[in-house]
Each structure stands twice: as structure tokens, then as C-alpha cells.
């Protein structure tokens, strides 16, 4: 199971709360990146900001293959969780 990365003191995660600050558009778990504004270049920020060591590797082939929003989210909430995502 993926940790969600819940942080206990606002009851969110930080990829939920990523996504919301970044996208300025309303938008579904099925909606795909490109049409919510989230570049390449907002995806790798977020995922830089989510890893937990900052030696971690971030796998831009796996970030390259997401598509939407939820798939992004669970994306980020694996990295957060110092867990492999994919």
C-alpha cells in the first residue's frame, strides 16, 4: 500500500497539496496534465519537493509516462513516502 504521506496537523498530503497550489483550473482525478497547466517543468519541482533525501533519484522516464492528475498524485505520494514510484 502507498504511504499517503498525511501530514497529522492539516489531515492532507503534501502531493494533494502540491497539485491544488499549482493547478489554477478546476480539474477531476482523470483530468490530464497538459489541459490543468502542469508542465515538465512544474512536474519535476513537485517531484524534487516531495522526495524526502535529497539524494534520491527521481526516475524521469516514470515521470514522463504520467498523464493525469491522479496518476500524478499517487506518483508523488510514492516518492514522498521514500517508496519507488510506478
Known amino acids: 500500500m502507498i504511504d499517503e504521506a498525511v501530514d497529522d496537523a492539516t489531515g492532507s498530503d503534501i502531493a494533494s497539496r502540491m497539485i491544488d497550489a499549482a493547478v489554477r483550473v478546476p480539474f477531476t482525478e482523470n483530468s490530464r496534465l497538459a489541459e490543468v497547466g502542469l508542465d515538465s517543468l512544474t512536474l519535476v519541482s513537485m517531484a524534487v519537493e516531495c522526495a524526502p533525501d535529497t539524494d534520491q533519484e527521481i526516475d524521469a ?24 514510484p510506478g
Open 61 to 84: 522516464g516514470a515521470l514522463a509516462q504520467l498523464r493525469t492528475v491522479g496518476e500524478l498524485r499517487q506518483w508523488l505520494r510514492a516518492l514522498a513516502g521514500g517508496g519507488e
